[in-house]
């Protein structure tokens, strides 16, 4: 909603309404007239047909009721040559405002854990970019990895912004010899209204931010085995001597 206002008034109707001028990156300039809803109040629709990675610009130009209309714009600054009915500014100011149209999700990487045989946690070092809003660095919306013991329950685990891309996950405490442990990445980035994705992003769906989340994991996570190395445990009770030459039988258990 923008609130325009004039000591001569501002029209409500008619070709002297107050217009909203935009462009989509460099193309021409487009424009659009408002809908008046009361007390000053106007409301502009605009910018359909863009696409990710858009970058729209926009300013206002309104009139009074003046009998020779003055016509102004905002931004103001370098808007020139300006004219009315309708209200326009031949030349547009030298920096109108503008928002970027960001839709594309963060892009996540890392190398899978391999198998291992230690029980302890492990660090999982990620990759994990978007080049319109950037990823968070600190708070809520940092990217957080999802994992889980065999068939369990996933439990959240927030990255560690290290420097640059990179962020360290660390999990996978309180496991056994043969568990399997799977896990994933959801990030989000910096854009007003967060994208979210996930990594792996196959069959993973129900996308929330802050924190990121996907309320449907990836079809398949990655995942490592927790190795086995113990040797086998033999017990038996040992033979006594016997004068039979027959064959006999050992028991274990």
Not at 6 to 12: E, F, H, I, K, L
Not at 54 to 81: C, E, F, K, M, R
Request: hydrophobic share 35%; charged share 10%; aromatic share 10%.
């Amino acid at each position: 909603t923008t609130t325009i206002t004039a000591p001569n008034n501002v029209p409500t109707s008619g070709i002297g309404l107050p217009r909203l001028f935009w462009r989509r990156n460099m193309g021409f300039w487009d424009s659009t007239t408002a809908a008046y809803i009361g007390t000053n109040q106007y409301t502009f629709t605009f910018g359909a047909g863009v696409t990710g990675g858009d970058v729209v610009s926009y300013y206002i130009a309104a009139q009074d009721l003046a009998a020779t209309p003055n016509v102004g714009a905002n931004p103001l600054a370098g808007a020139s040559g300006s004219t009315a009915n309708p209200p326009f500014a031949n030349t547009p100011p030298t920096t109108p405002r503008s928002y970027q149209v960001d839709i594309t999700t963060p892009s996540s990487s890392y190398t899978p854990l391999g198998d291992i045989s230690s029980i302890g946690s492990r660090v999982l070092s990620a990759t994990v970019t978007d080049a319109l809003s950037g990823v968070p660095t600190s708070g809520i919306g940092l990217p957080v990895l999802y994992w889980k013991i065999n068939s369990g329950a996933y439990t959240a685990a927030t990255a560690a912004y290290i420097s640059g891309n990179n962020y360290e996950f660390t999990f996978g405490a309180g496991v056994t010899a043969s568990d399997v442990v799977s896990y994933y990445v959801v990030a989000q980035d910096g854009a007003v209204s967060p994208n979210v994705g996930a990594y792996p992003s196959a069959g993973a769906s129900g996308f929330t931010a802050n924190p990121p989340a996907a309320s449907t994991p990836p079809t398949t996570p990655s995942s490592y085995l927790i190795i086995d190395t113990d040797p086998p445990l033999i017990s038996y009770t040992p033979l006594g001597d016997i004068t039979s030459t027959d064959a006999r039988i050992l028991n274990t258990t």
